[in-house]
């Protein structure tokens, strides 16, 4: 049913969403509270670079990041001549691709929640003497805990069928950097269309299942409240 190599482009795909969206909440989730509290007047050119990865195709942002990431390119011929290796081809090219291009689906998200509870619970908790710090912790992640679950399953999902972005960052190296959508494409490139829809309707399901699950907890969540 499932090869080998499909095993371990499927367990490397994992490991590249977890690790890629447990970086993006701890990176976006400050950004879209700034994003949502700022006044800044030019906070917009911040939005639209944020959102970027929306409407720029895959490859292009792959390959502009593949050039910064190459041994050629600022950042990997930094790293070169630190006494590293340059980060393209490499999982962990794979996990800096990622960030960047899932880095609206879980940054909109948070913003969005942090903008729909307002300012006045976190004026009460200021009169009752909450640090900022308190404030954010105490009272604003849990009134944006629905937007926290959406934007952790929506980087998850985005990034476990990402294509583009990985394929032009890190090739198709088995067990190194090929994950579970060029496993996919190799399949159905090389007319094995049993195995392309066994790998296909697996991921089909468990993007159903995880959907289903964020709307339910999404929707006890508002009743809660009500």
């Known amino acids: 049913m499932f090869a080998e190599q499909d095993i371990q482009a499927l367990w490397l795909s994992l490991k590249l969403a977890g690790l890629t969206t447990f970086i993006l909440l701890l990176l976006g989730t400050p950004l879209a509270w700034w994003l949502a509290r700022s006044r800044w007047r030019y906070k917009f050119l911040l939005e639209a670079l944020v959102a970027l990865p929306l409407v720029l195709p895959p490859t292009v942002l792959g390959f502009y990041l593949l050039v910064a990431l190459g041994a050629n390119g600022p950042i990997g011929g930094?790293?070169?001549?630190?006494?590293?290796?340059?980060?393209?081809?490499?999982?962990?090219?794979?996990?800096?691709?990622?960030?960047?291009y899932s880095l609206p689906f879980v940054v909109q998200p948070l913003q969005n929640a942090f903008q729909a509870m307002g300012r006045r619970p976190l004026e009460v908790a200021a009169t009752l003497g909450a640090s900022p710090l308190d404030r954010f912790f105490s009272v604003a992640l849990p009134l944006a805990r629905p937007g926290v679950l959406t934007a952790a399953v929506l980087g998850f999902a985005h990034t476990l069928g990402e294509f583009g972005?990985?394929?032009m960052i890190g090739g198709n190296i088995p067990g190194s950097t090929q994950v579970i959508s060029i496993a996919i494409y190799d399949?159905?490139?090389?007319?094995?269309?049993?195995k392309a829809?066994?790998?296909?309707?697996?991921?089909?399901?468990?993007?159903?299942?995880?959907?289903?699950?964020?709307?339910?907890?999404?929707?006890?969540?508002?009743?809660?409240r009500s």
């Open 78 to 100: 930094l790293m070169e001549a630190l006494g590293g290796r340059s980060l393209a081809f490499t999982f962990a090219g794979l996990v800096v691709g990622s960030v960047f």
């Open 197 to 224: 829809h066994w790998i296909s309707g697996g991921l089909l399901l468990f993007s159903f299942l995880l959907l289903l699950a964020v709307y339910g907890l999404n929707r006890r969540f508002a009743v809660a």
């Open 187 to 194: 399949h159905v490139e090389a007319m094995e269309y049993g």
């Open 165 to 167: 972005v990985v394929l």
